[in-house]
């Protein structure tokens, strides 16, 4: 228990274990190591084992309202059962809650890990009372350094663009929402911009098309000035339906006039091709990473946050045109 750091055994008698092991050359054993792992996730200690969920949103259980959190949260679920931990959404948007109250419950449940599923406030800052747990989130809204998964928006959006070349698309441009645009750091366009020098050189790119929802009016001035043969397009799934119906209002066919490839939450039903988020393994993924932190007594906020990135799938519809021979 010295050795892993923990909490239990005094800092005098860390100390002295500490010099003695460094006298007689002591390195742990991995194989040893891994196995008392098993052993302490295999107890049948349902408090014990306890992993809690934290919600920043107005809602106890965001995912209820939200496919993309639900995915995420089924994802953790999922893998939390499966290394024999349970999961217990706590609101700290509770009313009466204070982080005094939060961190007794945490004690009193015996819970050392949080799995945050992020904020709907972008510049969030997780609460420095409870820097003495382990803690992961998802998404960059949280802006605490905190180990974290997130999806891979930059080689998301580079793929999509290798893709469209392979299918003999010259002319691609990007339409990305400001939503993704803060809630990706920028990544989409960094990928753009930096594809389009790497593929066509530095001339090759036109200006980025920003918009909050689906304007009509900037979306076709675009389109007229820039004349892209295909686009990537970063926004919101709930969009889509709109962006499908200024097409056709406009007489724009897809894929016929214009290939469209889409980043976002969902894909899949919208008919569009594109890249759609694994939200499952980015749930499992925290999961994986604050079991590890917990095991290795890795607790309070890191002085070198770990950060994971989850690639997108793609899904085939029909927004794109067959492969130019």
Same mark, same amino acid.
């Given at each position: 228990?010295?050795?892993?750091?923990?909490?239990?055994?005094?800092?005098?008698?860390?100390?002295?274990? %500490?010099?003695?092991?460094?006298? %007689?050359?002591?390195?742990?054993?991995?194989?040893? @190591?891994?196995?008392?792992?098993?052993?302490?996730?295999?107890?049948?200690?349902? #408090?014990?084992?306890?992993?809690?969920?934290?919600?920043?949103?107005?809602?106890?259980?965001?995912?209820?309202?939200? %496919?993309?959190?639900?995915?995420?949260?089924?994802?953790?679920?999922?893998? /939390?059962?499966?290394?024999?931990?349970?999961?217990?959404?706590?609101?700290? &948007?509770?009313?009466?809650? *204070?982080?005094?109250?939060?961190?007794?419950?945490?004690? /009193?449940?015996?819970?050392?890990?949080?799995?945050?599923?992020?904020?709907?406030?972008?510049?969030?800052?997780?609460?420095?009372?409870? $820097?003495?747990?382990?803690?992961?989130?998802?998404?960059?809204?949280?802006? @605490?350094?905190?180990?974290?998964?997130?999806?891979?928006?930059?080689?998301? @959006?580079?793929? /999509?663009? =290798?893709?469209?070349?392979?299918?003999?698309?010259?002319?691609?441009?990007?339409?990305?929402?400001?939503?993704?645009?803060?809630? *990706?750091?920028?990544?989409?366009?960094?990928?753009?911009?930096?594809?389009? $020098?790497?593929?066509?050189? +530095?001339? /090759?790119?036109?200006?980025?098309?920003? %918009?909050?929802?689906?304007? =009509?009016?900037?979306?076709?001035?675009?389109?007229?000035?820039?004349?892209? $043969?295909?686009?990537?397009?970063?926004?919101?799934? #709930?969009?889509?339906?709109?962006?499908?119906?200024?097409? &056709?209002?406009?007489?724009?066919?897809?894929?016929?006039?214009?290939?469209?490839?889409?980043?976002?939450?969902?894909?899949?039903? +919208?008919?569009?091709?594109?890249?759609?988020?694994?939200?499952?393994?980015?749930?499992?993924?925290?999961?994986?990473?604050?079991?590890?932190?917990? @095991?290795?007594?890795?607790?309070?906020?890191?002085?070198?946050?770990?950060?994971?990135?989850?690639? +997108?799938?793609?899904?085939?519809?029909? +927004?794109?045109?067959?492969?130019?021979?």
């Amino acid at each position: 228990m010295a050795l892993r750091n923990s909490p239990k055994i005094s800092r005098a008698t860390k100390e002295r274990v %500490l010099r003695v092991a460094a006298r %007689l050359g002591y390195k742990p054993n991995a194989k040893i @190591t891994e196995l008392m792992s098993r052993m302490r996730l295999s107890r049948n200690a349902h #408090d014990e084992i306890c992993l809690a969920v934290v919600s920043f949103y107005e809602d106890e259980r965001p995912w209820r309202k939200s %496919l993309h959190l639900a995915r995420i949260y089924e994802g953790m679920t999922q893998r /939390a059962e499966a290394l024999g931990y349970r999961l217990e959404p706590l609101w700290l &948007r509770a009313p009466g809650m *204070t982080h005094s109250r939060f961190r007794s419950i945490l004690d /009193a449940r015996g819970i050392q890990g949080m799995l945050c599923l992020g904020s709907p406030d972008i510049d969030e800052e997780f609460p420095t009372e409870f $820097d003495h747990y382990a803690i992961v989130t998802q998404g960059l809204s949280i802006k @605490t350094p905190l180990h974290r998964v997130l999806p891979h928006s930059y080689n998301d @959006t580079w793929y /999509a663009l =290798e893709r469209l070349k392979a299918l003999g698309y010259r002319r691609p441009g990007l339409a990305v929402g400001f939503y993704e645009e803060i809630r *990706t750091a920028h990544a989409n366009v960094s990928a753009y911009l930096g594809w389009c $020098d790497h593929a066509y050189g +530095s001339s /090759a790119h036109m200006p980025v098309l920003k %918009l909050d929802r689906m304007e =009509e009016k900037p979306l076709l001035h675009w389109l007229k000035r820039q004349r892209p $043969d295909a686009m990537v397009l970063a926004h919101l799934p #709930d969009v889509l339906p709109l962006f499908s119906a200024i097409m &056709r209002g406009h007489g724009i066919r897809v894929p016929e006039d214009l290939g469209v490839a889409v980043l976002s939450q969902t894909v899949e039903g +919208s008919g569009f091709s594109g890249l759609q988020t694994n939200q499952w393994l980015i749930g499992a993924w925290a999961v994986e990473l604050l079991v590890a932190r917990i @095991t290795n007594l890795d607790l309070g906020i890191p002085n070198n946050p770990r950060i994971e990135m989850v690639e +997108s799938i793609w899904i085939d519809g029909k +927004s794109l045109r067959p492969k130019q021979n």
